[in-house]
């Protein structure tokens, strides 16, 4: 496992758990492109996939709003070179929880692309 790729998962991990929106863009690149599921059913006109720290950022500021318990469980990290797969059960309360998988695709030390996957 690539210790660089795994620093900056952890680095995401402990940012998103934080709720710190300024840390967490920090690990991405401005142009950065991001796809989720939930994304897609929450803004159906993204179809899923946003563009830009930007957008990442009223992104996960609607989230954090809108779910103030929301945590992340690293499960498992397993990188190469080029990205990083995550998994990762999320938390939130009165939710059942979620198991979810996500790859962060890293390039000169910040995130350019992130899919998640989950059911």
């Known amino acids: 496992m690539s210790s660089t790729n795994k620093s900056i998962a952890m680095a995401w991990f402990a940012a998103f758990n934080a709720h710190d929106l300024a840390e967490l863009l920090s690990l991405y690149a401005t142009d950065a492109v991001h796809f ?10 993204t179809q899923g996939l946003i563009k830009g720290q930007a957008a990442l950022n009223a992104w996960w500021r609607e989230a ?3 779910l103030p318990s929301l945590r992340y469980e ?20 009165g939710e059942e929880d979620l198991r979810v998988g996500e790859v962060l695709e890293i390039r000169d030390g910040l995130i350019v692309a992130s899919r998640v996957y989950h059911g």
């Open 36 to 45: 989720s599921p939930k994304l897609k059913v929450r803004h159906p006109e």
């Open 64 to 66: 954090f709003e809108r």
């Open 74 to 93: 690293v499960v498992k990290l397993t990188s190469d070179e080029e990205q990083v797969f995550m998994e990762y059960i999320r938390h939130v309360e």
